[in-house]
């Protein structure tokens, strides 16, 4: 469990902090969030479910954010 948990908190929770600290200035700018994913969201590896379940979270999470920032003019797009 610590290694899952320190996983999701090094590559879930940390960028779902950053953007939510982020937006009131991306808003006034226009700015743009790129997160970091991973084929590894799409496709299971063996010895990596917390890696790839973060990375899957991510995506989501992108798609999720740039439903509810696009409005607001903030672009969110992911890199795989």
Known sequence: MAKYRETMHTNLEA???MTTICVEHLE????TIINMSSIR???????ESAYCMAKSAIDMFTKCMAT?????GIRVNSIK
């Open 15 to 17: 960028m779902v902090f």
């Open 28 to 31: 006034k700018t226009r700015g």
């Open 41 to 47: 969201g799409a496709h299971a590896s063996p010895k």
């Open 68 to 72: 509810e920032l696009g409005p607001k």
